[in-house]
């Protein structure tokens, strides 16, 4: 199993620009969540999904939009890159429908907007 | 005040000695927690869950304190690969959310 992989593993953006980042599993893992991290914040929840067709906001979930149309995939897209949202994206599953569940993180995503 | 604090360190502890961490947490309503291990520009990786009884894996250690409000991590005979930063997480169920402490970095040395 390759667990949860993420592309690109870096990305630099001009002010304005849209992307999107791609996140798959393949243990079948209901639970998906996207994170950023940023020095002094923690890790903090952007978007949660507890199944196909489910998504959910987290805490920071402006400026960035999700979907699940599969179990497999959660890509998350940048609308309009801010510098404000320079920094790690991780993305993470699990295998209940719950966060009491162990999380299996990606490798990340560094993303620098200038 | 942020919902799970721990002191970001740097604990620099020698290779054989015992280093504890702490962890606070504000929310009261928080019903699990857990150590996850996270090295330099790497993804977290679960170390262990936290038991209000207390729970035991080889070298490590991790207490919870409900009364006090406090998560422990007690890490034994300290290796140089135990270098890492430590986050600490709460899981709040009404609100179905897990919450990031910011880490404490430790570093092993010879």
């Known amino acids: 199993n390759a667990g949860v992989t993420q592309t690109p593993k870096f990305q630099v953006l001009k002010t304005g620009q849209s992307m999107t980042l791609q996140c798959a599993q393949d243990?079948?893992?209901?639970?998906m969540s996207w994170y950023r991290q940023d020095p002094g914040m923690g890790l903090r929840l952007i978007h949660y999904?507890?199944?196909?067709?489910?998504?959910d906001q987290g805490e920071v979930p402006n400026g960035y939009n999700v979907s699940r149309s599969t179990t497999e995939d959660f890509p998350l897209r940048l609308l309009s890159a801010a510098p404000s949202q320079t920094s790690v994206y991780f993305c993470?599953?699990?295998?209940?429908?719950?966060?009491?569940?162990?999380?299996?993180f990606g490798p990340g995503t560094r993303l620098t907007v200038l | 005040r942020k919902e799970v604090e721990q002191d970001p360190g740097p604990f620099n502890v020698p290779e054989g000695a015992t280093v504890a961490f702490n962890c606070t947490y504000s929310?009261?309503?928080?019903?699990?927690f857990f150590w996850y291990r996270q090295d330099c520009r790497k993804e977290p990786k679960l170390l262990m869950s936290?038991?209000?009884s207390g729970n035991e894996d080889g070298r490590f250690t991790a207490q919870l304190n409900r009364a006090s409000q406090y998560i422990s991590l007690l890490i034994r005979d300290s290796k140089l690969s135990d270098s890492a930063t430590y986050l600490c997480?709460?899981?709040?169920?009404?609100?179905?959310?897990?919450?990031f402490g910011t880490g404490t970095r430790l570093q092993v040395t010879l």
């Open positions: 993470a599953s699990s295998p209940g429908r719950t966060s009491t569940d162990t999380q299996y």
């Open positions: 243990m079948n893992h209901e639970y």
């Open positions: 999904s507890v199944g196909a067709g489910i998504t």
């Open positions: 929310n009261s309503a928080s019903q699990s």
């Open positions: 936290v038991y209000s």
């Open positions: 997480v709460g899981y709040t169920g009404t609100a179905s959310k897990l919450t």
